[in-house]
């Protein structure tokens, strides 16, 4: 038998993309087309109309860089948040993971990854310049470090903590219950909230 | 026929150093029985040991050294000798398989290794596989003392940080993490300087970052490594002394950038140079150990003999280390040493393992009359095996002393 001979140019085609997504074999990937196959046709539109939307329209807010419907996000534009204590984080996913806890009321900073010059990220490279600037204007009084507890990660909170060293701004981090090289976003919400609400200053990590 | 005036108990208390003494040996762990199958050039074995010293007489090639690298790899989940598994398997044979059944604090533990042709390594204790093979490291301590242990003296600096490092992380869990800490740092901050090579301005917002992380974590392994040199000296004396007959001056110095000012400032001056380089010419990973026999490079002068009692009393200051962390003593195998070592140095080596800091021993040799001659003195209870062309037999001999 010969798996990889399709009955159709559509189904194959269809097959093609599905099993480009991570983590998706080509077995899985018919499985799923067979399976969009047997729906409703105005369920697929919405699915499909789903997708596109998602990266047409999403943005990047202007304020930290998560994701965001408008130019500015929800947590950014939320009134009752704490807009002078940023939370520091790598990605998207840790954003999510924090609001998770329902621990935390400020404002975040996406920095799109940490300093690794092997996978070829300099300082440059993240979202910092627009970090700094922004304590340069007063409106920070606390900034929270939760980037992930590897070396990169140290590296980069230590280059940050220097150049916002210059401003009357309380640098703390998260205190880690998590072991070294876990990501944040593997923690457990109990643990994650936990180490939020008894975070320390950051040159006592140092 | 020799007879010492003293047991080496007492000649260490005379210097007024007990440094193992106080830790008098309750624990205990011995290798009670060996099953082998198509390791190396040994097609089949079963053999029962005793506490005490267990000799391997045979030829070159009959395979003496295979039956200690067996021992060794049920400690070490690897060879000795060997880093690739697979070419343990013997000659056209499809697996192997090691099993040893020890006593630890009274209990039985079962220790299986097996390897077939292409396929994962099985490691069990008492029938359950390990998740990961590092959780069975420190188990067995085991100590292996081998003619290319010369290696330590004669080779280059990463043997000796080698040596120490290795000590140091079985001792120490902290220190490993610290020293792949630096290591990662060492790589980004390499592949930093290679990404500047020919270009300008790449590196300059980002270089004093690792050049912090760099000297922080140097430091941390610094200032362990020189403790650890510090402690290792007098042992690595008092063992030197005691098989050369004392009358060599020996010492081991520890040298380290971090000795000669601000690292951190080291790093900087040296940029333009490790870019042209493309690796970091100033730091820990560049530290060696200055080992001198009466105030001359033991490595350039000193004599086969000399650099053998060299690494021997080196390895022999390893084993007290473990001993006092492991509160019990590690199994020693001494493959092959009396080769190149003086009658004097050779007898007075077994002396020194028939005392009681010293409980199972494996020797190999290929003079069987000379081995039987020195472990008769030692009051240890002792047994012979004839090794020969892979086969091993027990010798009929054994001989129990008390
Ligand atoms: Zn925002």
């Given at each position: 038998m010969n798996s990889s001979r399709f009955p159709s140019r559509l189904l194959e085609n269809a097959v093609n993309e599905f099993s480009r997504l991570p983590g998706i074999g080509r077995k899985t990937a018919l499985r799923l087309a067979l399976f969009i196959l047997k729906q409703e046709k105005d369920d697929v539109q919405r699915f499909s109309e789903a997708v596109k939307a998602l990266r047409e329209e999403i943005q990047y807010c202007k304020v930290c860089h998560n994701l965001s419907d408008d130019e500015i996000c929800e947590i950014c534009a939320n009134p009752k948040r704490d807009h002078a204590q940023v939370c520091v984080v790598e990605s998207i996913r840790d954003v999510m993971a924090i609001e998770n806890t329902q621990q935390y009321k400020g404002i975040y900073h996406v920095l799109g990854g940490v300093i690794s010059p092997m996978d070829g990220i300099g300082p440059d490279d993240l979202s910092i310049n627009p970090l700094v600037e922004k304590a340069s204007t007063g409106a920070v009084s606390e900034v929270i470090f939760a980037l992930s507890a590897t070396m990169e990660g140290d590296t980069t909170n230590f280059y940050i903590y220097k150049k916002l060293a210059a401003f009357p701004i309380s640098v703390t981090t998260i205190a880690r219950g998590v072991s070294v090289g876990d990501e944040l976003e593997y923690a457990d919400e109990v643990t994650l909230g936990r180490s939020l609400v008894n975070r320390l200053p950051f040159e006592k990590t140092l | 026929m020799f007879i010492y005036a003293f047991k080496f108990e007492q000649l260490l208390s005379s210097s007024g150093k007990l440094l193992f003494l106080h830790k008098r040996i309750w624990h205990q762990m011995h290798l009670n029985h060996l099953n082998l199958l198509n390791f190396k050039n040994i097609r089949q074995a079963e053999l029962s040991f005793i506490e005490g010293i267990n000799c391997f007489v045979g030829d070159n090639g009959a395979g003496k050294t295979n039956l200690l690298d067996a021992i060794y790899y049920l400690s070490f989940c690897k060879s000795y000798f060997n880093s690739i598994d697979s070419q343990l398997i013997c000659h056209e044979e499809e697996f192997f398989v090691v099993q040893g059944r020890y006593e630890r604090d009274s209990q039985p533990e079962d220790i299986y290794a097996g390897l077939k042709r292409s396929q994962k390594k099985q490691f069990k204790r008492n029938k359950k596989e390990y998740p990961r093979l590092s959780e069975h490291i420190g188990l067995l301590p085991l100590v292996m003392i081998s003619p290319g242990d010369e290696r330590l003296i004669v080779d280059g600096s990463d043997q000796r940080r080698k040596f120490v490092d290795g000590v140091i992380s079985q001792i120490d869990k902290n220190y490993l993490e610290q020293l792949l800490r630096y290591n990662r740092i060492l790589n980004q901050r390499n592949t930093l300087l290679k990404s500047a090579r020919g270009k300008s301005g790449v590196i300059e917002s980002q270089i004093d970052i690792w050049n912090s992380q760099l000297a922080l974590t140097g430091q941390a392994i610094f200032d362990r490594r020189r403790m650890f040199v510090e402690q290792l000296e007098p042992v690595f004396q008092k063992y030197h002394n005691y098989i050369s007959g004392g009358n060599e001056v020996v010492k081991i110095n520890y040298h380290s950038h971090h000795q000669k000012g601000d690292i951190e400032l080291m790093l900087q001056h040296n940029l333009a140079k490790d870019i042209v380089l493309g690796y970091t010419t100033r730091g820990v990973h560049r530290d060696d150990l200055e080992l001198l026999l009466n105030s001359y490079a033991v490595k350039k002068d000193g004599s086969q003999g000399q650099k053998k009692t060299f690494f021997i009393a080196l390895k022999l200051a390893q084993f007290e280390f473990l001993n006092s962390h492991f509160g019990y003593p590690p199994v020693l195998l001494l493959d092959d040493l009396f080769d190149k070592l003086d009658e004097n140095r050779g007898n007075r080596l077994v002396e020194l393992v028939g005392?009681?800091?010293?409980?199972q021993i494996f020797i190999t040799d290929t003079q069987k009359q000379r081995l039987l001659d020195i472990v008769k003195h030692t009051g240890k209870n002792y047994a012979f095996f004839d090794v020969k062309e892979g086969e091993v037999v027990k010798d009929a001999q054994n001989v129990m002393n008390d």
């Open positions: - | 005392s009681d800091l010293f409980r």
